[in-house]
């Protein structure tokens, strides 16, 4: 064969051969889904708030401006406060000058007044109010910035990888930003609190500032969510020109909550209205069904060398399984336990798990936690208990 008639023949076996091919496609396009809408929004997420389990994305981890959705954190770490006996809700707040002096949404707070804790908080979840949520910060910790590197510990914690605070109010700044995704975990974490609820979804109040108490601030939720989507139960608006209108958004009907979050949506109307949208499609394509309640009894288990012979265990927290609607709902648990534990057990230390399934597949687990503590038995601790079992028989 000639080279010209080698050449030739060598292209057509090429060409054959390029159109046969299947073509190849890296594992991370083959694993994108179609969403079944868009979302006039530049990123959105829809969560179950009880097992975090993503329904809806788009562009869920770019990183944009918050807004004033920055003080989910601020409203979970006071929340933590509280429960851990660092702050109360009666605590005396005086008003500093660095509190009083920031501009954007605000409650018109003097330096010098005194607030009181629950006062802050319930103008931050419904006025959105600046000045509170820096004066809030700074009785937390202290000093604003230690709040400030509290908030980003916070964020670490949660696992919020691409989050970065530098204010507690969600004014502008280049180096503030977020992504829908972490939204979505700091809001879950929020709604874990129960007493929060009666602020975020409240529709209007009022509190009195000013030294002398004599200027009544009349607040109305920013959220329209709260008044006009059935449910409606949170958490928290933002908007500045650089960020665009954001919400994170919470709603409960039967045993199911939703989370959806917007960022950069053109409007509030819209910003409200794709928020709808996206819990609406929650509720009409899943179902969640409650099977652990936080501090339920889950079994009694024998105890080996421990001043007590027997120990309780309970359920971590809360659980419910989400499914879809219409599927079997018959569940499954497996307790995941040893047949014995040796003393010392230390108060809610991690003793085991229980399983949940439903047709065989696992669809949510939770640690078991000792219920009490456990002290190892002495010499004469045990010396008792056989004594005792000879007098019984």
Request: aromatic fraction near 6%.
């Amino acid at each position: 064969m000639t080279k010209k008639r080698m050449s030739i023949f060598m292209l057509i076996l090429i060409l054959s051969f390029s159109f046969c091919i299947t073509p190849v496609f890296s594992a991370e396009t083959m694993l994108v889904k179609e969403e079944p809408f868009d979302v006039e929004g530049e990123s959105a997420i829809l969560i179950d708030a009880s097992s975090g389990k993503i329904l809806y994305e788009k562009n869920i981890h770019e990183k944009l401006f918050p807004a004033s959705v920055t003080k989910i954190m601020v409203l979970l770490l006071a929340m933590e406060a509280i429960e851990n006996d660092r702050i109360s809700l009666d605590d005396d707040v005086l008003i500093s000058e660095n509190a009083s002096g920031m501009g954007g949404s605000q409650m018109y707070l003097e330096a010098g007044e005194i607030q009181k804790v629950e006062h802050l908080i319930r103008a931050i979840a419904l006025r959105s109010g600046n000045d509170c949520s820096v004066a809030l910060a700074e009785h937390i910790a202290g000093s604003y910035e230690s709040f400030i590197d509290m908030m980003n510990e916070k964020a670490t914690e949660l696992g919020m990888n691409n989050t970065h605070f530098v204010n507690s109010t969600g004014l502008h700044d280049e180096n503030h930003y977020t992504t829908a995704y972490d939204i979505s975990l700091m809001s879950k974490e929020l709604l874990k609190h129960t007493e929060i609820h009666k602020w975020l979804s409240m529709w209007m109040s009022t509190v009195k500032v000013g030294k002398e108490k004599d200027v009544t601030q009349e607040m109305v939720n920013t959220n329209r969510l709260i008044h006009d989507y059935p449910g409606a139960n949170g958490i928290k608006t933002g908007y500045t020109s650089n960020a665009g209108y954001c919400l994170s958004a919470s709603a409960t009907k039967g045993n199911l909550t939703l989370i959806s979050v917007i960022l950069k949506s053109p409007s509030s109307a819209i910003r409200n209205k794709e928020s709808m949208k996206l819990l609406n499609y929650g509720f009409a394509n899943y179902d969640s069904i409650p099977v652990a309640k936080k501090g339920e009894l889950i079994k009694t288990i024998p105890i080996s060398k421990g001043k007590s012979e027997k120990m309780d265990v309970i359920a971590e927290g809360d659980l419910s399984l989400l499914v879809d609607k219409g599927q079997n709902k018959e569940v499954e648990k497996e307790i995941l336990l040893p047949d014995k534990i040796e003393a010392p057990v230390e108060k809610n230390s991690k003793v085991g798990e229980i399983v949940y399934k439903i047709d065989g597949e696992e669809k949510g687990r939770l640690s078991l936690l000792a219920k009490e503590e456990v002290k190892k038995a002495s010499l004469l601790d045990m010396m008792g208990k056989v004594f005792s079992r000879l007098i019984g028989k």
